[in-house]
């Protein structure tokens, strides 16, 4: 089978000698079926040419951030959700430093931040640039934000000296994403079911209960899932966000049809409940709304509970029950609780009354607390939620593995 066979690569060029390496690789990755887009950057002109990057890859090359015809189509945006994969070959350190620090002032940096595909960087600079300790401590924070490093190698350099620095071969970035593609397609044996968001629960057709959940946390997961490599389903309350085209979207709005949506697409290997399903509901919906003049008064019952539902079932139950817990005091005593009670694998724990995180934030720190593992509890620190999802998400594939 070819791996290679309609993969969208994003391929940015930097400025360096080792920019001519770059497109031998744009030359093989198209003999072997895949599709190559590029982005050169303006150093990268000095070294290899618009033109002969368009001959290789037979289609325009971007370069420039602020070009009228090119932001008219949000390149920035569109080149990241294009792509399957983004390599950026060589990676100078300028541009190690640039994404070290959350830079953008140019294509490149701009589309690697705003994207959410997995980032190889291929490292190509003079010996003591590679061993110079700031180098080291944006390789190290990089890493951290799960950014991928090919090479570099030991070797001759064009500068006439001899050490690490030297750019990886055509050949060894080649296999490096080959194996990234086969590891994303052998876990597509993986089924991943994600509820985000909240429910309406209503009152008349014009009324309802609900929460301020977001659901931005849910949706990061889901798309961490997808980009790992799970055939993923999402189901979701009400909430404006965007998802990924690989995911099984389901929309929904009251808890009982997040109930249904989710014993219809059971069983699966992991499930996520990160939805704040409102606990009650009314017991009679009026048809007509309620005028201010009449009497309100709320009749009461309980909404089913989806995770007890699932973890508790014989033949259904996921590999992985996870669960969330959103509180705003006593966080351990509430979460250990409801791991013990609902009968899940984690709780996913938050404190909701600090202002920087949990709803409606793109932060959160949280706190997962395990049954049935050594390490009884792990802190997740302060970071973008698409960050935590990422953690989480390596997490899960270490167990399920």
């Not at 060589?90 to 959350?102: D, R, V, W």
Request: hydrophobic share 35%; glycine share 4%; net charge positive.
């Amino acid at each position: 089978m070819n791996i290679f066979l309609d993969k969208k690569i994003l391929l940015i060029i930097c400025g360096g000698v080792s920019a001519y390496k770059s497109l031998e690789l744009i030359r093989s990755l198209k003999k072997k079926g895949a599709k190559v887009k590029t982005i050169l950057t303006e150093s990268a002109k000095q070294f290899v040419t618009p033109l002969s990057v368009t001959s290789l890859s037979q289609e325009k090359v971007y370069d420039d951030l602020f070009s009228l015809e090119n932001e008219a189509e949000m390149d920035h945006i569109s080149l990241s959700r294009w792509s399957d994969l983004i390599v950026v070959a060589p990676t100078t350190a300028n541009t190690i430093s640039k994404l070290g620090s959350g830079s953008s002032n140019d294509l490149a940096s701009t589309v690697i931040l705003a994207s959410n595909k997995d980032v190889f960087l291929v490292p190509a600079m003079n010996v003591r640039m590679w061993e110079h300790p700031l180098t080291k401590e944006n390789i190290n924070k990089l890493k951290n934000y799960r950014f991928n490093f090919i090479g570099p190698e030991i070797g001759d350099m064009a500068c006439g000296e001899f050490g690490e620095g030297r750019m990886s071969e055509t050949s060894e970035i080649e296999k490096r994403i080959e194996l990234y593609f086969k590891n994303l397609s052998e876990k597509k044996k993986f089924k991943a079911l994600v509820t985000a968001g909240p429910t309406y629960e209503y009152i008349d057709p014009v009324r309802f209960i609900s929460n301020k959940s977001s659901g931005k946390q849910g949706y990061a997961l889901a798309n961490s899932l997808s980009k790992k490599g799970f055939e993923t389903t999402l189901i979701s309350g009400p909430t404006n966000l965007q998802i990924g085209k690989d995911i099984n979207l389901i929309k929904v709005e009251t808890a009982e049809q997040m109930f249904k949506a989710t014993q219809k697409n059971l069983p699966t290997d992991v499930a996520i409940f990160s939805a704040a399903v409102a606990d009650f509901k009314v017991q009679k919906k009026k048809e007509e709304k309620i005028k201010k003049k009449d009497y309100l008064n709320l009749n009461l019952e309980k909404n089913i509970d989806i995770i007890n539902y699932v973890s508790n079932h014989n033949s259904l139950r996921p590999k992985l029950v996870i669960g969330f817990s959103a509180e705003t005091n006593n966080l351990e005593i509430n979460s250990k609780k409801k791991l013990r009670d609902k009968n899940c694998d984690w709780i996913i724990a938050n404190d909701i009354s600090k202002e920087s995180i949990g709803f409606d934030s793109d932060f959160n720190e949280v706190t997962i607390y395990y049954k049935n593992k050594d390490i009884k509890e792990e802190r997740l620190s302060f970071k973008k939620k698409t960050d935590i999802s990422d953690e989480i998400v390596d997490k899960v594939l270490e167990q399920l593995n």
